[in-house]
């Protein structure tokens, strides 16, 4: 077994681990943690497969980006293990059994296939540098670029309305209260 | 590096389902909006993986004929990252404005949009 098998299987079990650890943390901050393992064990898998560029936009956007506005929301809330919803325990089990249901249907339908010849190459090809996704992107995909900054517009602006509509529904509320606490 | 390092893509696709199964089960077992929506990310990012793990095999096969086999792929994840990027965003904004309504962030609370 060579250093990229070895590397391979320690990013698989560190992104399974921490998946599961996601899923089954009282603690919600420290469940973004760990959502931030995975992203960064996923990076590394980017990284074997020689998508240099995915690799580094995956850690700057998921893991600095939108963690880090996932961990601004926590802290505005105030949450914590305490305040934690919870499920009883039979909606629970049923959602883990569906959810092994599922793993289950598919691993045995993919196990069938004939994909045993397949490989995917580690180690060599430059498809993944910036140059070559950049001249792709601004030959083939130019319409859907741009279409992307339109969804960007869009969702701003929405963010905006969304929050702004919260704040006029809130100042008509009492007056003494602007100024408490 | 003389000899070719390969993967077979069955791990590959195991690992990503695995991953996406998780999410699911956290989908459905959960609660908490905000560890809800982390699921969907997990999701995406089992998807992703795949995405470009298939776009290094299609390279494999191809790559004798065209040079840039496989490079939609992970164009393709690009994409993806840009509308999970949005999406955060404006759902972010949504559970910002339901706790505010609501004082909590149990996706129970929500049953009450039926009326």
Redesign the interface.
């Known amino acids: 077994m ?1 250093t ?2 070895v590397l ?1 299987w320690f990013l ?1 079990i560190l ?2 681990l921490g ?2 650890l ?2 089954t943390s009282k603690n ?1 901050v420290h ?2 943690l760990w ?1 931030i393992v ?2 960064v064990a ?1 990076s590394g ?2 990284i074997l ?3 240099q ?2 690799a580094i ?2 850690l700057i ?2 893991a600095g ?2 963690m880090v ?2 961990l601004f ?2 802290m ?2 105030n ?1 914590n293990s305490d ?5 009883n325990r039979w ?2 089990i ?3 059994v ?3 249901a ?2 289950l249907v ?2 045995a339908a ?1 196990k069938r296939a004939d ?2 010849q ?11 540098l910036i140059k ?2 950049g001249l ?2 601004f030959h083939d ?1 130019v319409v ?1 670029f741009e279409i ?1 900054s339109v ?2 517009l869009s ?2 602006v ?2 905006v309305v ?2 702004k ?2 704040e006029e529904d ?1 100042a008509p509320a009492p007056g003494p209260q602007r100024y408490g606490g | 590096m003389g000899v070719k390092l390969v993967m077979p893509i069955n791990y590959y696709i195991f690992l990503a389902v695995a991953l996406f199964c998780i999410g699911v089960a956290g989908v459905l077992t959960r609660r908490n909006a905000i560890i809800i929506f982390m699921c969907i990310e997990l999701m995406l990012n089992a998807v992703n993986l795949l995405l470009v793990a298939f776009s290094k095999m299609h390279y494999h096969a191809m790559s004798a004929g065209n040079p840039n086999a496989g490079i939609d792929g992970q164009l393709f994840v690009f994409f993806i990252m840009v509308v999970a990027a949005a999406e955060v965003s404006v759902g972010l904004a949504v559970i910002v404005m339901m706790y505010r309504n609501t004082h909590s962030i149990d996706v129970n609370f929500l049953n009450r949009l039926k009326h």
Request: charged share 10%.
């Open positions: 060579g990229t098998q391979f698989s992104a399974i998946a599961i996601v899923v919600p469940s973004v959502l995975v992203f996923i898998h980017y497969l020689d998508a560029f995915l936009v995956n956007v998921y980006a939108i506005l996932f929301v926590f505005l809330m949450l305040t934690e919803p919870q499920k909606l629970k049923a959602g883990v569906t959810g092994g599922l793993l598919l691993v993919l994909l045993k397949q490989m995917a190459t580690l180690g060599n090809g430059d498809i993944g070559n996704l792709v992107l995909y859907p992307s969804l960007f969702a701003m929405g963010v969304i929050g509509k919260a809130k």
